[in-house]
Each structure stands twice: as C-alpha cells, then as structure tokens.
C-alpha cells in the first residue's frame, strides 16, 4: 500500500496540486523523516500538469545561472539573462521544477529570485507557465518562504488521521495464529508507530510477544537510523529532525523520542490505548458466549455488595468466574481463562496495561477456539 495514498496524507497531495493548477509555485516544509515515496507520488499525480524536472541546487551559482545551465542549455550564451528572460524562454517553459533542497548560505538569492520570478512570469500565459516545488527542511527563521500572489507554502503537520495509522498498520501486519493476536498486533504497531509509517513497517515484522515490551525494538530503530535523541523545545528545528508531529490536534513526539523523555509511563500509556480497544470488545463477547454456555447451573436472584442480580446478563465477569468455581461444572482450563479475563479487565480499568503472560494466554485460548471451530 502506498501511505501517501491514504486519505490524510492524500489530502495534503491535493492541496500542493491545487496550488499548482492555481499558477502558484509552492514550498514545502518537511521534515527530514518524511517517507521516501513521496517526490515519487507527487510526480505521478502531477503527471498530466506539466513535465517535471528534478535538481540539486549547489552553491557558488546565481539561481538564473543554474536554472539556465541545467534547463536551458542550448541559450543565446550573448543574450542578457534575468528572471525575465528565463520565464520567456520557449525551453523553460511548461516545466515544474522540483528542488530538492537549497543550501542555507543560498536561501537569500534564491527567495529573491522566486519574488522577482513570480512577478515578471505572470506576463506568460498560465498554460506556458514554468512554477516550481521547492522542498524545505528544517524551516528557520532564515529559510521562511517569501509570500506574494503566486507563491504558496504547505506544511507537513497535522494532515494524519487515527484511521490513515490503523489502515496502514492492517496493511502492513502479517495474519497471526489467531484473530485476537492478530488485531491486537495491529493496534499494537498503530499506537507505537504514532504518526511514523516508517515506525509502523518496522515493528509490523515482530510478534506480538515482543510488541507487549518494545523498549528494546524502539531504542534499535533509533539506533538503526542514527537518531540522537536530547530534550529540545517544541519548535521548528525539533520538528524538523522529525521529532514532532502535529497529530490527533496535538503536538506528538516520536514515540521512540517520547520513551526517551517521559520513559515507561509514556510506553505503557500506548500500550494500554491498544489493547483497550481490541480486549474490552473481547472480553465482554466471552463473557456473553460463558453466560450462554452456563446459564442453566446459574441460580438468581443473585446477592452482591453492590445489589441484586435479578438477569443473568448483568452478571459481570467476576462474579461469573465466582459462580462458575462454586458450581463445578466447569474445566479447570475454563476457570483460568475466565479469571484471566477477569484480570485483564481489572488491569484495563485502571488505565494499566495487560501482564504479558495474561495477554499471551488469552491469544493461545484463542486459537484454541478457533482451531476447535474449524
């Protein structure tokens, strides 16, 4: 699955080709972890605009000397060059230029240029128009984007939707041994992988045994990519080295650099978010298909501290696993699964996440369900 085709991140290909079908050059501000694909997939969906061109600004050339050098080799070399005889050159134009990156000490001639440029180009038609895509990373101060009529700025943050994670996350995630390890993998590797599609590839290729405990996974990846983590400000530099993101309309770390600032509090927070969601829908389905199962041996009304049961539906899983130990109609096998059902809700309700052994027997009794109802 290509990730930039998801709906969030498609959303933000959208918007930069509808600055380009508006005449505008845009600017893109991204962070240095953005996923490969991307000058890929921008490409093929501009496609039918206009004929792309690829270059590596250098240093020690004026911005009208390079762009005539790499894209409009055979000029007039006795012809006077500017900015406006560069948007005239039948050669140059119908482009779209991107540009991978400026070097810092070039950033100032190059902003003038794409002022001067966007000026004296509006006298080409639009459908002759060359305009330019010109990646940013690390935005400062000295690297801010000019501002006029045909230029326009976009910015990687916040464009990320919970489902866009989970729907890449299902993609990448292998069929485990049963349902339940399964969906409890891909929550897993949604809610570690944060707003990383990077992230989620990586853990997507570990069991769920070592998902439950992923200290050891996230410090690899980070070593694996040179990632050095230190306690920096939430501003454009941090969000540059890709250590923040804007996400679910708050400012999220990396999760591999939210370990490294607020340690297991952080790691067992996400890991409780996962299995939240796939182990209460779960538990409350056992506990359904038990009462079904024994229902008969179940005497009401039945007297608790709390008040009186008066319908077998509302008993709650610990007092079923109580009236099921004093009927003795169950297996000892049966009895464990519910009081680990009963201590995964426990665990889950205050805001903890599951033992690993819990969990771990729980998707083993799983697969013996399911392998007993095939």
Request: overall charge negative; some cysteine.
């Amino acid at each position: 699955m290509n990730w930039w085709m998801l709906p969030g991140p498609r959303r933000f290909i959208d918007a930069i080709i509808d600055g380009v079908r508006e005449g505008k050059s845009v600017f893109l501000l991204l962070p240095e972890n953005i996923p490969g694909a991307f000058p890929y997939t921008l490409k093929e969906a501009l496609r039918e605009e206009s004929n792309w061109e690829s270059v590596n600004v250098t240093s020690g050339m004026s911005p009208v000397d390079f762009l005539y050098m790499h894209l409009v080799p055979n000029a007039d070399p006795r012809k006077l060059r500017s900015e406006l005889s560069l948007a005239g050159e039948q050669e140059f134009q119908r482009k779209l230029i991107w540009i991978e990156s400026i070097p810092a000490e070039e950033w100032s001639a190059w902003s003038a240029f794409f002022l001067e440029y966007e000026r004296v180009s509006r006298a080409i038609p639009e459908s002759r128009r060359s305009l330019f895509l010109i990646r940013i990373v690390d935005p400062g101060i000295d690297s801010a984007p000019p501002k006029a009529v045909g230029l326009s700025s976009l910015r990687w943050d916040g464009w990320l939707r919970r489902n866009d994670m989970q729907l890449y996350s299902s993609s990448c995630v292998r069929e485990s041994k049963s349902g339940l390890e399964t969906d409890l993998t891909t929550a897993l590797v949604a809610e570690l992988g944060g707003w990383d599609p990077l992230l989620c590839e990586y853990l997507a290729d570990f069991e769920l045994s070592d998902l439950i405990q992923p200290g050891p996974l996230l410090e690899r990846f980070a070593a694996e990519r040179d990632l050095i983590f230190q306690p920096a400000p939430v501003d454009e530099t941090s969000w540059g080295k890709g250590l923040w993101q804007t996400y679910l309309r708050k400012q999220t770390p990396h999760t591999s650099y939210g370990v490294f600032l607020f340690g297991q509090r952080f790691l067992n927070r996400l890991l409780w978010k996962a299995e939240l969601g796939i182990l209460i829908p779960y538990i409350e389905e056992q506990r359904q298909s038990l009462i079904e199962t024994y229902r008969s041996n179940f005497r009401l009304p039945y007297y608790s501290k709390y008040g009186v049961i008066n319908d077998v539906y509302d008993l709650e899983i610990g007092v079923l696993e109580l009236l099921l130990n004093q009927s003795g109609v169950s297996s000892r096998a049966t009895l464990e699964f519910v009081n680990n059902l009963k201590l995964a809700r426990n665990q889950l309700s205050h805001l903890a996440p599951v033992d690993s052994s819990i969990l771990l027997a729980l998707c083993r009794n799983a697969e013996e369900n399911e392998c007993a109802g095939a």
